[in-house]
């Protein structure tokens, strides 16, 4: 059996093919990109006197796919240099090396005949004992593995991934009759802990679990739309986050995973249910229109929404569906949905529309209501458990809740009643339960009601829920802006809850408490929480206010503070390792920088961007990244102190964020000695795991020691670089006089080249920095401008 996986060949290059290529190279993984060859050439190949022999050209299709990956947004690399894992062939001249990879996984088109011919040669090639496996989204995986041999039939199973394989966390595995346990509990292993998917087993049936409910969901809504007058922009005003979905809601989805893909997932289910199911699943005759007319959404830059430029920027127009013409996108206005905004939590948000005697109330209901009984009454064809289906759809289609933790959140006996009175056939198991007088589907977060009773949803060991230890009294101490938490064998994690986890007093104050009581009683710290993003940095709104009322003393109060706390972090007597994820920036990355080891999910956006609003980092963060730039230089190598300094002036004054941790690393955040967790589900178990290690080997802080700085002469030297990019027309006065202080605190202010100066020094120079610019009226401006319209200002 297969117990390691050291190479991969992808059969199928494009959009899907290339996409899981690039996701294995971001885990390192070498991968062959086979594709067909090319039948005719281009003029570009003709003009070099190639021909169709020639392997470029032979190679070309696939050749292609790496290079777009390189410029798709968003981007399927982690960072660019991973293109290197992946490497370009044929599908006639490299099938031999099918017997170089330990798991082969076909993405060629969805055609059975054509995946048959496919996986004949694949049998053929393949070393005994490889993983095969089909990406398909609908075609029977039984029905692939007809007529192989038996080493290849035990090996065999879809491994369904979602798109874009880098950011969708769903991996359908779906097992055939002839599938080795063995092979299918490796893989799930595999997807987990390698992949860092979220993976669901799913019963060979079309379009398998997430596509079949989620299509389904999109195709009611549509039918809603267009039997109650609805408009594009109405319906997708009220079915996303208010319904616990992603903002894209209903119409924007659809714009981007393609409008012809969508229509072909509803294809495959269509031409093999009976009934009112295949009613729902042929589409309007509208939908079938656009993609005539190539209007499939983002990738055609036109769907049922169309940006265009016009005199006042960009502006974003929803299509007229009856018209097939673009206007001026509405909104759905009802009372309920102003009070939907009001409500606190997601399920008095749900009810505020759901049981709305309003416009918007019936169009929910109606949209939620069929959804709800299809996931219930497909339940058991498409899966092993209804903890399968919600996962498969938060995973696969980015809900905030499943269909089933929606019905708890909605009330399974009040929305039952009403569907009865309105003449709905209730499917029996939930009927049952409810004689039961069981009225959740779950109970507490790891059980789920299956065959009569509550069941025990499997939990990997490496998934850590602080909701479930808060519930449990494992809270250590907290107050209004964070909680420290016992994460067991001597480990506490400290978890913001202020709003954003930005930072405040309150945040700071638990931060010296948290490293106080560590210090005495624990091994280590983790600083993690389970929120949207890490941290969004300090809380602009409290600073605005406070410079507006002129109010600095309290200012630098904070900023002293904050360095304080920042210092507390990084001289700790028990190691401190930050475990950031998603937004990290501004403060959040000054979290990160001090402490003993950084644990990042690989999904992190990791930056100082307080030039957006005008500032410098005021929490030694300018200091924190140059000590970071020195020391992940080997030992004995010689330190240019200057081209350092340059390196961390360009990062900090152009507000450079790496977009996941692999580019922190190359921005200089993350040092080659800390990790990256693939599974952000896993990223408090890995950084609590790293906490351990360091304390049992014996941790000791740093010790405080003399920076040495490029004084006035690197000054000079950075500063220069920013007037030559004002005299260009790059910058303004205002980006100019931000870039001077960040020269001048990086510089050391005005000492001799070379001299060693302590940090206190240097934190002193930060926050005068910061404070001088904090009162200028333009800075002002710009933290405005962001707390208002969540973009920068260039003024």
Same mark, same amino acid.
């Given at each position: 059996?297969?117990?390691?996986?050291?190479?991969?060949?992808?059969?199928?290059?494009?959009?899907?093919?290339?996409?899981?290529?690039?996701?294995?190279?971001?885990?390192?993984?070498?991968?062959?990109?086979?594709?067909?060859?090319?039948?005719?050439?281009?003029?570009?190949?003709?003009?070099?006197?190639?021909?169709?022999?020639?392997?470029?050209?032979?190679?070309?299709?696939?050749?292609?796919?790496?290079?777009?990956?390189?410029?798709?947004?968003?981007?399927?690399?982690?960072?660019?240099?991973?293109?290197?894992?992946?490497?370009?062939?044929?599908?006639?001249?490299?099938?031999?090396?099918?017997?170089?990879?330990?798991?082969?996984?076909?993405?060629?088109?969805?055609?059975?005949?054509?995946?048959?011919?496919?996986?004949?040669?694949?049998?053929?090639?393949?070393?005994?004992?490889?993983?095969?496996?089909?990406?398909?989204?609908?075609?029977?995986?039984?029905?692939?593995?007809?007529?192989?041999?038996?080493?290849?039939?035990?090996?065999?199973?879809?491994?369904?991934?979602?798109?874009?394989?880098?950011?969708?966390?769903?991996?359908?595995?779906?097992?055939?009759?002839?599938?080795?346990?063995?092979?299918?509990?490796?893989?799930?292993?595999?997807?987990?802990?390698?992949?860092?998917?979220?993976?669901?087993?799913?019963?060979?049936?079309?379009?398998?679990?997430?596509?079949?409910?989620?299509?389904?969901?999109?195709?009611?809504?549509?039918?809603?739309?267009?039997?109650?007058?609805?408009?594009?922009?109405?319906?997708?005003?009220?079915?996303?986050?208010?319904?616990?979905?992603?903002?894209?809601?209903?119409?924007?989805?659809?714009?981007?995973?393609?409008?012809?893909?969508?229509?072909?997932?509803?294809?495959?289910?269509?031409?093999?249910?009976?009934?009112?199911?295949?009613?729902?699943?042929?589409?309007?005759?509208?939908?079938?229109?656009?993609?005539?007319?190539?209007?499939?959404?983002?990738?055609?830059?036109?769907?049922?929404?169309?940006?265009?430029?016009?005199?006042?920027?960009?502006?974003?127009?929803?299509?007229?569906?009856?018209?097939?013409?673009?206007?001026?996108?509405?909104?759905?206005?009802?009372?309920?949905?102003?009070?939907?905004?009001?409500?606190?939590?997601?399920?008095?948000?749900?009810?505020?529309?759901?049981?709305?005697?309003?416009?918007?109330?019936?169009?929910?209901?109606?949209?939620?209501?069929?959804?709800?009984?299809?996931?219930?009454?497909?339940?058991?064809?498409?899966?092993?458990?209804?903890?399968?289906?919600?996962?498969?759809?938060?995973?696969?289609?980015?809900?905030?809740?499943?269909?089933?933790?929606?019905?708890?959140?909605?009330?399974?006996?009040?929305?039952?009643?009403?569907?009865?009175?309105?003449?709905?056939?209730?499917?029996?198991?939930?009927?049952?339960?409810?004689?039961?007088?069981?009225?959740?589907?779950?109970?507490?977060?790891?059980?789920?009601?299956?065959?009569?009773?509550?069941?025990?949803?499997?939990?990997?060991?490496?998934?850590?829920?602080?909701?479930?230890?808060?519930?449990?009294?494992?809270?250590?101490?907290?107050?209004?802006?964070?909680?420290?938490?016992?994460?067991?064998?001597?480990?506490?994690?400290?978890?913001?809850?202020?709003?954003?986890?930005?930072?405040?007093?309150?945040?700071?104050?638990?931060?010296?408490?948290?490293?106080?009581?560590?210090?005495?009683?624990?091994?280590?710290?983790?600083?993690?929480?389970?929120?949207?993003?890490?941290?969004?940095?300090?809380?602009?709104?409290?600073?605005?206010?406070?410079?507006?009322?002129?109010?600095?003393?309290?200012?630098?109060?904070?900023?002293?503070?904050?360095?304080?706390?920042?210092?507390?972090?990084?001289?700790?007597?028990?190691?401190? /390792?930050? %475990?950031?994820? =998603?937004?990290?920036? !501004? #403060? +959040?990355?000054?979290?990160? &920088?001090?402490?003993?080891? $950084?644990?990042?999910?690989?999904?992190?956006?990791?930056?100082? /961007?307080? %030039?957006?609003? =005008?500032?410098?980092? !005021? #929490? +030694?963060?300018?200091?924190? &990244?140059?000590?970071?730039? $020195?020391?992940?230089?080997?030992?004995?190598?010689?330190?240019?102190?200057? %081209?350092?300094?340059?390196?961390?002036?360009?990062?900090?004054?152009?507000?450079?964020?790496?977009?996941?941790?692999?580019?922190?690393?190359?921005?200089?955040?993350?040092?080659?000695?800390?990790?990256?967790?693939?599974?952000?589900?896993?990223?408090?178990?890995?950084?609590?795991?790293?906490?351990?290690?360091?304390?049992?080997?014996?941790?000791?802080?740093?010790?405080?020691?003399?920076?040495?700085?490029?004084?006035?002469?690197?000054?000079?030297?950075?500063?220069?670089?920013?007037?030559?990019?004002?005299?260009?027309?790059?910058?303004?006065?205002?980006?100019?006089?931000?870039?001077?202080?960040?020269?001048?605190?990086?510089?050391?202010?005005?000492?001799?080249?070379?001299?060693?100066?302590?940090?206190?020094?240097?934190?002193?120079?930060?926050?005068?920095?910061?404070?001088?610019?904090?009162?200028?009226?333009?800075?002002?401006?710009?933290?405005?401008?962001?707390?208002?319209?969540?973009?920068?200002?260039?003024?």
């Amino acid at each position: 059996m297969t117990k390691r996986i050291g190479k991969v060949a992808v059969l199928g290059s494009g959009i899907m093919g290339s996409g899981i290529a690039a996701h294995l190279a971001n885990i390192g993984i070498p991968t062959l990109l086979l594709d067909i060859v090319p039948r005719e050439l281009t003029e570009a190949e003709e003009r070099k006197g190639l021909t169709l022999e020639d392997k470029v050209v032979r190679n070309r299709l696939a050749a292609d796919s790496i290079e777009k990956l390189k410029k798709q947004k968003p981007a399927p690399l982690a960072k660019k240099g991973n293109v290197d894992f992946i490497e370009a062939g044929n599908m006639e001249d490299d099938m031999k090396r099918l017997a170089e990879v330990d798991w082969v996984l076909e993405v060629v088109v969805e055609n059975l005949d054509i995946k048959k011919k496919v996986f004949a040669q694949v049998d053929e090639y393949r070393k005994p004992g490889s993983i095969v496996s089909s990406n398909t989204s609908g075609i029977s995986v039984e029905d692939m593995a007809e007529g192989r041999s038996d080493d290849f039939r035990s090996h065999f199973l879809g491994t369904h991934f979602f798109n874009p394989p880098r950011y969708l966390k769903l991996l359908e595995v779906i097992p055939t009759k002839d599938t080795s346990k063995e092979i299918l509990d490796f893989m799930r292993q595999f997807g987990e802990d390698t992949l860092g998917k979220g993976v669901v087993e799913a019963k060979d049936t079309p379009n398998f679990i997430a596509n079949r409910i989620g299509t389904y969901g999109l195709l009611v809504t549509v039918r809603e739309m267009v039997e109650r007058g609805f408009t594009v922009g109405e319906v997708d005003s009220v079915t996303g986050p208010a319904l616990g979905r992603p903002k894209s809601a209903t119409f924007r989805t659809l714009d981007v995973v393609g409008l012809d893909t969508f229509l072909h997932v509803a294809k495959n289910v269509y031409d093999l249910v009976d009934g009112d199911e295949k009613e729902v699943f042929n589409p309007p005759a509208f939908m079938i229109e656009m993609a005539e007319k190539k209007m499939l959404g983002s990738k055609t830059g036109k769907g049922f929404y169309q940006k265009i430029k016009g005199e006042n920027g960009s502006e974003i127009l929803e299509l007229d569906y009856k018209t097939m013409e673009y206007g001026e996108q509405k909104k759905l206005k009802a009372p309920s949905v102003q009070q939907s905004k009001q409500a606190k939590g997601k399920a008095a948000k749900m009810k505020a529309l759901i049981y709305a005697n309003d416009r918007a109330g019936e169009l929910v209901w109606n949209v939620l209501k069929p959804t709800l009984l299809y996931a219930a009454e497909k339940c058991s064809e498409v899966a092993h458990s209804i903890n399968d289906v919600d996962q498969a759809m938060k995973w696969g289609f980015g809900w905030e809740l499943g269909p089933f933790e929606t019905w708890d959140a909605i009330g399974v006996e009040k929305s039952v009643a009403r569907m009865k009175e309105e003449g709905e056939t209730i499917p029996a198991w939930v009927e049952n339960m409810l004689e039961k007088g069981i009225t959740s589907f779950y109970e507490g977060v790891d059980s789920y009601y299956h065959d009569g009773e509550y069941a025990k949803a499997k939990v990997n060991p490496k998934v850590i829920h602080l909701k479930s230890l808060k519930d449990n009294d494992k809270v250590i101490i907290k107050n209004a802006g964070a909680s420290l938490i016992d994460l067991g064998d001597g480990i506490a994690c400290l978890e913001f809850t202020s709003p954003n986890n930005s930072i405040g007093l309150d945040v700071l104050q638990m931060i010296n408490k948290s490293v106080d009581e560590v210090e005495k009683n624990y091994k280590g710290l983790v600083i993690n929480n389970q929120g949207k993003n890490f941290c969004v940095g300090a809380n602009l709104m409290m600073m605005l206010m406070e410079a507006q009322d002129m109010n600095f003393p309290e200012l630098d109060l904070v900023i002293r503070q904050f360095q304080k706390s920042m210092a507390k972090i990084r001289y700790s007597g028990r190691p401190v /390792v930050a %475990a950031p994820f =998603g937004m990290t920036l !501004g #403060g +959040g990355t000054e979290i990160c &920088l001090p402490s003993a080891s $950084i644990q990042a999910s690989s999904e992190t956006y990791m930056g100082l /961007v307080e %030039a957006g609003v =005008g500032l410098i980092p !005021g #929490g +030694g963060g300018n200091k924190e &990244l140059y000590l970071r730039q $020195i020391e992940r230089l080997p030992e004995g190598v010689p330190v240019d102190h200057q %081209a350092i300094a340059n390196r961390v002036f360009e990062t900090i004054a152009m507000a450079k964020v790496g977009t996941s941790a692999q580019e922190a690393e190359e921005l200089g955040f993350i040092r080659p000695q800390d990790s990256i967790s693939v599974n952000g589900d896993h990223l408090l178990h890995d950084a609590k795991q790293k906490a351990l290690h360091l304390a049992n080997d014996g941790y000791q802080p740093p010790k405080r020691k003399k920076i040495q700085v490029v004084g006035e002469t690197g000054y000079a030297t950075m500063l220069l670089g920013a007037k030559t990019m004002k005299f260009s027309g790059y910058i303004s006065d205002h980006d100019l006089k931000i870039a001077d202080k960040l020269a001048f605190t990086l510089a050391g202010g005005r000492v001799a080249k070379g001299s060693k100066v302590d940090e206190q020094y240097l934190l002193d120079i930060e926050r005068e920095a910061f404070l001088s610019l904090i009162g200028e009226p333009k800075t002002q401006q710009r933290m405005q401008h962001m707390l208002s319209k969540g973009k920068p200002l260039r003024n």
